[in-house]
């Protein structure tokens, strides 16, 4: 039986957030090169937004590229980008056949000029979309982005345009890439590996973290809902006791 008819509709996640992990490593099982990895990756990409899409989930976005993808071999980053393109291309049709909105975040001035073209007309494209957003990270880091917020509240106190003291955590979100999505209730990483690796360190302070050892080409619509179904079995407790959440 599919964990689809396990899931309880009234308690979806709004926002899920992906790191997409396992690639290279799947390639080299196949004893091919790490790009022939990236692109298999484009089917659990189409497969997982569907199943967001269909589920009626509002946020998906997934860890695409970061910071420090940059430091890897120049051959398998340039194969990254003529990818990007191509996918990105491909898929705008498709992505306005199902309402999907995309979205970006992340340093993007630092990609290849044909790709900020590609994904800005695919955003453009696709902007009155009203179904589920699907948000690349792309030359992202968790890091960078809180320095970037920072340096904008600094910036609006030095202008006498916001007071110190009116800076709160929801104040300080605004000035986030993410802005206005809300923060995921739900993180998915493929490959097993047990770390967040510097993505949406604010946002995932509360996150429900899942991970699984399947690689991510591998990773389909089943593996998702199965993701669901365990994310719906937890107690989100934000601090409190368990007696206080059910005394809500």
């Known amino acids: 039986m599919s964990s689809l008819n396990q899931i309880n509709h009234s308690l979806l996640p709004q926002h899920v957030a992906i790191i997409m992990d396992g690639n290279g490593r799947w390639a080299k099982k196949k004893g091919a090169m790490r790009i022939f990895g990236h692109n298999n990756a484009v089917q659990a990409i189409r497969d997982v937004s569907e199943a967001a899409a269909e589920l009626q989930i509002k946020y998906i976005t997934l860890y695409a590229f970061s910071t ?9 980053v340039n194969a990254l980008m003529t990818l990007l393109i191509k996918t990105i291309g491909s898929e705008t049709k498709t992505l306005s056949k199902n309402n999907i909105k995309l979205n970006t975040i992340g340093n993007t001035t630092d990609l290849p000029k044909d790709c900020q073209i590609e994904l800005y007309n695919a955003i453009e494209s696709t902007k009155h979309n009203t179904g ?4 690349l990270a792309l030359s992202y880091s968790g890091r960078w982005e809180i320095v970037e917020a920072a340096r904008h509240v600094a910036k609006l106190v030095k202008n006498n345009e916001l007071n110190i003291e009116d800076i709160t955590e929801n104040e300080f979100s605004k000035y986030l890439c993410t802005y206005p999505m809300p923060d995921p209730e739900l993180m998915i990483r493929t490959s097993g590996e047990l770390r967040i690796s510097n993505y949406l360190l604010w946002q995932l302070a509360y996150t429900e973290l899942y991970i699984t050892d399947i690689l991510w080409p591998d990773f389909n619509k089943e593996n998702f809902y199965e993701a669901i179904v365990d994310f719906q079995k937890r107690e989100r407790r934000f601090g409190k006791t368990s007696e206080q959440i059910t005394k809500q």
Do not use: I, M, V
């Not at 589920?132 to 948000?135: E, G, K, S, V």
């Open 68 to 76: 420090e993808n940059w430091n890897r071999p120049k051959e398998e």
């Open 132 to 135: 589920l957003t699907l948000t």
